[in-house]
């Protein structure tokens, strides 16, 4: 058996596009905040968790999607086994989870009580808003051996599978939205419960059965993402498609919870698709307040890969950041956005440029969810905006390995990856923890599998130190005593402001300090002079502290008499 592939295309820079103006109308920009934002942020800037990674329990494949319910976690994907974080697979600790676990947010345990067997992979899994319940679809027939046909519903607190609702749909599920009351769903199917519908449509909560008020159309390609409005009047769409209700909607719009009909939408952040294989797509929408956060996905040709937000109620952007390298997943969390991608070039925000003549990626970004600013960069292909308003990119750069690039057979002992080359696939949390899921097998080069979590300082020490710093040069200055030591600035995964401390032989009493911004794309090079050596040679190390007190040393420098 082969591992299921979703196909989304990773988005590539390769060329530039005119933009036409659109009026961005209640875009709210806030001034510009300074860089550095971090776990010690600069005043009035939002922390970010930090990039230690948490033990948490792992899978042996690709998981796409998960929601969090108080401090628990559910997950679906493409998986079989489960197992302890700090294990391999095939350990004896290990579980099986055919495409559907819990986990707890707080401790990273697996939650034995909830165990399901899906038939086939979960693409998407939501939780009401009352917390009673836990939606999930995808491609599956069954649930535990019972007709489940591609869209199920399990009680949080028994966690058991609802037995009255197992409404029959044609085909996959992508999206799910969810009231008390209705489900909402979309993906690429063309019959529920042996009704005609057209890529969406609405289920009562109480038994499943068909909303027949409710039928939208995505008429000419699939839907990955509904969304809420607040006050439950409005269902944001996001996916492929051109058209909603047979009217030019391109990616993203919004339809009315009661009717179908479409309701107000007026902002653009998707490009108008030029070919099958030339567009942009949303991949996620997540609502926080009064703000509709998505994610996109590019076909190549410097398409829209980034994030967008825009007002739930009326449609206007509040801001695009547009970051090249396909996002999957959004998440806010207090006053900031966490995504999953593969970003290779952020110039758009002013952070890390494209890297010649081979691409770097980075898997998991943060950045505030107001506007700070506008776009640095010319505008991506067929985009309806330029010099729109733009976030600021926190820093915050855990590193996530993606899976390996070729498909593996799913035989007992083997990894069941998608063959895309990517790590996060979903991210989610809650007031103290943020997790991720996907198909990575590392953390911050440290093994940890399919799942991972992430804390707010303070609930979790902050242990994640700066990165290895080379050792520094000594040389004494031309007619002088004093000698000058260099070296080059490292960086830290939460933390932009490092501080240096240069020490002379073998003490450990500083004698100086430079304290200096950096990260992984600015290095900039550092020095400080010993204005006072004693006799004799001399030779120094570099101590780097972060603000969580985390400290890395040098090697020592060259010996050098005064």
């Not at 899978?59 to 628990?72: E, H, L």
């Not at 019959?191 to 109480?206: E, Q």
């Not at 707010?456 to 000058?484: D, H, L, N, W, Y």
Request: glycine fraction near 10%; proline fraction near 6%.
């Amino acid at each position: 058996m082969r591992a299921h592939v979703l196909q989304r295309r990773a988005g590539r820079r390769a060329g530039l596009a005119a933009a036409a103006a659109v009026s961005l109308a209640g875009a709210l920009v806030m001034p510009l905040a300074s860089a550095g934002a971090d776990t010690a942020p600069p005043a009035g800037t939002p922390a970010t968790v930090t990039a230690d990674a948490l033990p948490t329990w792992q899978v042996n494949g690709v998981v796409w999607s998960m929601a969090t319910v108080g401090n628990t976690v559910y997950a679906t994907g493409n998986f079989t086994k489960a197992r302890p974080p700090g294990t391999k697979i095939g350990d004896a600790k290990e579980v099986a989870r055919k495409n559907l676990l819990a986990f707890n947010l707080t401790t990273g345990n697996l939650i034995t009580s909830f165990d399901h067997t899906l038939d086939g992979q979960g693409l998407r899994v939501v939780a009401s808003p009352d917390g009673k319940r836990v939606y999930v679809g995808g491609e599956f027939t069954t649930v535990d051996g019972k007709p489940r046909s591609r869209l199920a519903a399990f009680d949080t607190a028994t966690g058991a599978l609802v037995p009255n609702f197992a409404p029959k749909v044609s085909n996959k599920i992508r999206g799910i939205a969810a009231t008390n009351s209705t489900v909402y769903f979309g993906g690429n199917f063309f019959n529920v419960n042996g009704k005609s519908r057209t890529r969406l449509a609405a289920v009562k909560a109480a038994d499943g059965t068909n909303v027949d008020t409710w039928k939208p159309t995505a008429n000419d390609d699939e839907v990955y993402a509904l969304a809420i409005a607040p006050g439950g009047t409005r269902v944001i769409i996001g996916g492929k498609f051109q058209q909603l209700n047979a009217t030019p909607k391109v990616g993203v719009g919004a339809v009315d919870a009661t009717t179908g009909a479409l309701a107000p939408w007026s902002s653009r952040p998707i490009p108008t698709r030029i070919s099958k294989e030339a567009g942009s797509y949303v991949t996620d929408l997540t609502v926080s307040g009064d703000v509709v956060y998505g994610a996109a996905n590019g076909d190549g040709g410097h398409w829209f890969d980034g994030r967008f937000a825009a007002k739930a109620a009326t449609g206007d952007l509040v801001w695009l950041d547009n970051c090249y390298g396909a996002t999957y997943g959004v998440y806010v969390k207090d006053k900031a956005l966490y995504s999953v991608s593969h970003a290779h070039d952020c110039s758009s925000v002013g952070t890390f440029p494209e890297t010649y003549p081979k691409q770097t990626w980075h898997r998991a970004l943060a950045e505030t969810t107001y506007a700070t600013g506008t776009d640095q960069a010319p505008p991506g292909s067929n985009s309806n905006y330029s010099r729109q308003p733009i976030p600021t990119q926190l820093h915050w750069y855990p590193s996530l390995t993606p899976a390996a690039a070729k498909l593996v057979d799913a035989t007992p002992g083997t990894v069941v990856v998608t063959g895309a080359a990517q790590a996060a696939w979903t991210v989610t949390g809650n007031g103290g923890y943020i997790a991720m899921g996907g198909e990575f097998p590392k953390v911050n080069g440290k093994a940890q599998q399919g799942l991972v979590r992430f804390a707010v300082k303070g609930t979790t020490a902050a242990k994640r130190q700066p990165e290895a710093i080379a050792a520094p040069t000594a040389a004494r200055q031309f007619m002088s005593r004093k000698i000058k030591v260099s070296w080059k600035a490292t960086w830290d995964m939460d933390n932009a402001s490092l501080t240096y401390e240069v020490l002379r032989d073998a003490g450990t009493t500083p004698i100086g300090k430079v304290t200096q911004k950096s990260s992984f794309w600015n290095l900039p090079s550092l020095s400080f002079t010993d204005t006072t050596p004693p006799a004799g040679a001399h030779a120094y190390r570099i101590r780097v502290k972060d603000a969580d007190g985390n400290v890395v040393t040098s090697p020592v420098s060259n010996a050098v008499r005064p």
